[in-house]
Nanobody, 116 residues
Framework: QVELAESGGGLVQPGGSLRLSCAFS????????MGWYRRAPGKQRERVAE???????IYADSGKGRFTISRDNAKNTLYLQMNSLKPEDTAVYYC??????????WGQGTQVTVSS
């Protein structure tokens, strides 16, 4: 079992920045990849970014050049640095951990609202 807890969401103006954090605990040795997903109102959940144990990263086109995913294993924390935020980035952001046998674990989500 892996427990995930997101923090760092909030209200930000267009063009602003936020850094999301995800503290993870439990059977962390079984984690293969970690990532951030989001669900906007009326839309399906989509992957924002993912990072493997080897440090390889994947980004959705919507966040390339603006978002950076990173992982601090010493602190058991996953981050998502979001810059140049747009109103269309408004969503609930979820932290995800996937085990080596493809079991998914999810956090409770954190709301990000981009509005003037």
């Amino acid at each position: 079992q892996v427990e995930l807890a997101e923090s760092g969401g909030g209200l930000v103006q267009p063009g602003g920045s936020l850094r999301l954090s995800c503290a993870f605990s439990g059977s962390v040795v079984n984690i293969n990849t970690m990532g951030w997903y989001r669900r906007a109102p009326g839309k399906q959940r989509e992957r924002v970014a993912e990072i493997t144990n080897a440090g390889h990263t994947i980004y959705a086109d919507s966040g390339k050049g603006r978002f950076t995913i990173s992982r601090d294993n010493a602190k058991n924390t996953l981050y998502l640095q979001m810059n140049s935020l747009k109103p269309e980035d408004t969503a609930v952001y979820y932290c995800n951990a996937r085990s080596f046998w493809s079991r998914n674990f999810w956090g409770q989500g954190t709301q990000v609202t981009v509005s003037s």
